[in-house]
């Protein structure tokens, strides 16, 4: 007769216990896909990546939690943003853990449709403890930018809601800024827009406020902040590379110090994006580049849907002599109803093609007009 034995019993009782656990894992991770698909709204390809982080074998505590979420305002598409970011929102209890956040919320003054925004932006944000980080933070927001409409703000922002030890280092790094003279509205906007940077260490913080200070940056204005933004973000080798990129259109270190200072931004864009905009600027519209580095906004703006239609306006009046050749490229920060009013509409009559031009429907060496001027030249 066959015996089997203790170590072989041993081995197919596990071996049953693997294939029973691997089938049951299986049946969950299936259930919990199928869930997310039908009752939250996520893509198949969303839902795949979601039951990744998060299982399930019923839908009676995820159903709970969708039903708590619909009461505060909820539609299907918020949920499934929310879940699809933070798909554990789903294990979470509801009555523990869910509506003491919500209710809070709503205490302090938030509005309905706040505290969804919040939530979508920011999920994370109902798995973090009420007493020792929601309550303390909006505390602390609360004594530095005043008004709800700002908090909101801040806390729609996921890496102050991620973050352990903000408590730390934003009071410090606020203090740092008060201490050197910026306004307090300054120090506002920043928190409120731009909370990530007062998150900094202390000591890069310091570092970056020093460095903008050498640059010569008024901390009056609000153009210091922004520099210390960038300069928080971006290392000293991708401003170098920046640097180079404006100069080897011709301008001076002085001239990019000039522009830096005007308008920090002017060393957020790539590489390709300041060399398409000097392209045209400097060989299409015959700007010299020391006029483009006083108006350095210009490198924020689209070149397809803001600089190439304007300047092309402008430069068909320059040739038409409606306009002063010495036009700045300020014309590029007017609001779009300034600019068709004092340019497109005003000289309409003059110039009927040039709606067209605006537009881009048609090219400045397209009119007439110029044609009959190249044409005259040739003849010479």
């Given at each position: 007769m066959f015996e089997i034995s203790k170590a072989q019993m041993h081995f197919l009782r596990?071996?049953?216990?693997?294939?029973?656990?691997?089938?049951?894992?299986?049946?969950q991770h299936s259930?919990?896909?199928?869930?997310?698909?039908n009752s939250c709204g996520l893509s198949p390809e969303k839902a795949l990546s979601a039951s990744r982080k998060v299982h399930f074998a019923t839908?009676?505590?995820?159903?709970?939690?969708?039903?708590?979420?619909?009461?505060?305002g909820f539609t299907n598409t918020h949920i499934s943003k929310a879940v699809s970011k933070f798909p554990i929102l789903l294990t979470a209890d509801p009555e523990k853990t869910l509506l003491p956040k919500l209710e809070f919320f709503r205490s302090v003054g938030f509005s309905g449709p706040d505290i969804v925004s919040i939530v979508v932006s920011s999920p994370f944000i109902l798995k973090r403890s009420l007493e020792n980080h929601v309550i303390p933070t909006y505390n602390f927001l609360k004594s530095v930018v005043m008004v709800n409409d700002n908090i909101f703000r801040v806390f729609k922002n996921p890496f102050l809601m991620l973050g352990q030890n903000w408590q730390k280092t934003i009071p410090t790094n606020i203090a740092t800024l008060q201490e050197i003279g910026v306004p307090m509205p300054n120090i506002m906007f920043l928190v409120t827009r731009q909370p990530g940077v007062v998150f900094r260490n202390r000591e890069k913080f310091t570092t970056s406020v020093k460095k903008v200070i050498e640059m010569g940056f008024n901390p009056l204005r609000l153009s210091f902040l922004k520099a210390v933004q960038l300069s928080c973000q971006l290392n000293e080798f991708t401003i170098e590379h920046k640097m180079e990129t404006y100069r080897r259109w011709g301008l001076t270190n002085d001239e990019i110090m000039l522009m830096f200072r005007l308008d920090p931004s002017c060393m957020r864009p790539s590489e390709k994006k300041i060399t398409s905009v000097m392209d045209f600027l400097v060989n299409k519209m015959g700007w010299e580049p020391a006029a483009i580095a006083r108006c350095p906004s210009v490198f924020a703006r689209s070149l397809e849907k803001n600089v190439i239609p304007r300047c092309s306006v402008v430069k068909v009046l320059q040739m038409k002599g409606l306009v002063k050749k010495d036009l700045s490229l300020s014309i590029l920060a007017y609001t779009e109803k300034n600019f068709v009013d004092r340019f497109v509409d005003k000289?309409?009559?003059?110039?009927?093609?040039?709606?067209?031009?605006y537009?881009?429907?048609?090219?400045?060496?397209?009119l007439s007009f110029v044609c009959e001027a190249i044409w005259a030249k040739k003849q010479l």
């Amino acid at each position: 007769m066959f015996e089997i034995s203790k170590a072989q019993m041993h081995f197919l009782r596990n071996a049953r216990l693997i294939v029973f656990r691997s089938f049951s894992s299986t049946k969950q991770h299936s259930f919990t896909e199928s869930y997310l698909i039908n009752s939250c709204g996520l893509s198949p390809e969303k839902a795949l990546s979601a039951s990744r982080k998060v299982h399930f074998a019923t839908p009676e505590k995820a159903d709970s939690i969708l039903a708590v979420l619909r009461d505060y305002g909820f539609t299907n598409t918020h949920i499934s943003k929310a879940v699809s970011k933070f798909p554990i929102l789903l294990t979470a209890d509801p009555e523990k853990t869910l509506l003491p956040k919500l209710e809070f919320f709503r205490s302090v003054g938030f509005s309905g449709p706040d505290i969804v925004s919040i939530v979508v932006s920011s999920p994370f944000i109902l798995k973090r403890s009420l007493e020792n980080h929601v309550i303390p933070t909006y505390n602390f927001l609360k004594s530095v930018v005043m008004v709800n409409d700002n908090i909101f703000r801040v806390f729609k922002n996921p890496f102050l809601m991620l973050g352990q030890n903000w408590q730390k280092t934003i009071p410090t790094n606020i203090a740092t800024l008060q201490e050197i003279g910026v306004p307090m509205p300054n120090i506002m906007f920043l928190v409120t827009r731009q909370p990530g940077v007062v998150f900094r260490n202390r000591e890069k913080f310091t570092t970056s406020v020093k460095k903008v200070i050498e640059m010569g940056f008024n901390p009056l204005r609000l153009s210091f902040l922004k520099a210390v933004q960038l300069s928080c973000q971006l290392n000293e080798f991708t401003i170098e590379h920046k640097m180079e990129t404006y100069r080897r259109w011709g301008l001076t270190n002085d001239e990019i110090m000039l522009m830096f200072r005007l308008d920090p931004s002017c060393m957020r864009p790539s590489e390709k994006k300041i060399t398409s905009v000097m392209d045209f600027l400097v060989n299409k519209m015959g700007w010299e580049p020391a006029a483009i580095a006083r108006c350095p906004s210009v490198f924020a703006r689209s070149l397809e849907k803001n600089v190439i239609p304007r300047c092309s306006v402008v430069k068909v009046l320059q040739m038409k002599g409606l306009v002063k050749k010495d036009l700045s490229l300020s014309i590029l920060a007017y609001t779009e109803k300034n600019f068709v009013d004092r340019f497109v509409d005003k000289h309409g009559h003059d110039v009927p093609e040039l709606l067209s031009v605006y537009q881009g429907k048609i090219g400045i060496s397209d009119l007439s007009f110029v044609c009959e001027a190249i044409w005259a030249k040739k003849q010479l």
